[in-house]
Nanobody
């Protein structure tokens, strides 16, 4: 079992920044590829970004590429998502998740993730 707890969400104006954190406990953190997803009201949960166990490979949805950055600190069992140049359409609940698959084709699929956090709300005002 892996327990995931997100933090760092909040209310920010368009153009602003936030840094989300996801603290992991339980099974070996470095075993897992970590991902971030988001879900806006009335919409499906969608892939945002993922990072390999070593941090050497990162993957992004086209909608956030160049604005968001995923990173991880294996010594702290934590994965981060830096959100810059935020837009109102980025408003959603953001979830982190753990997967043992690799490659973009797999990691963009929420069904490939075994463990999920409870989510943190990000609201971007215009």
């Amino acid at each position: 079992q892996v327990q995931l707890v997100e933090s760092g969400g909040g209310l920010v104006q368009a153009g602003g920044s936030l840094r989300l954190s996801c603290a992991a406990s339980g099974r070996t953190f470095t075993h897992y590829t970590m991902g971030w997803f988001r879900q806006a009201p009335g919409k499906e949960r969608e892939f945002v970004a993922a990072i390999s166990w070593s941090g050497g490979s990162t993957y992004y949805a086209d909608s956030v590429k160049g604005r968001f950055t995923i990173s991880r600190d294996n010594a702290k069992n934590t994965v981060y998502l830096q959100l810059n140049s935020l837009k109102p359409e980025d408003t959603a609940v953001y979830y982190c998740a753990a997967s043992d698959c690799s490659g973009y084709g797999c990691l963009r699929l929420k069904v490939k993730y075994d463990y999920w956090g409870q989510g943190t709300q990000v609201t971007v005002s215009s």
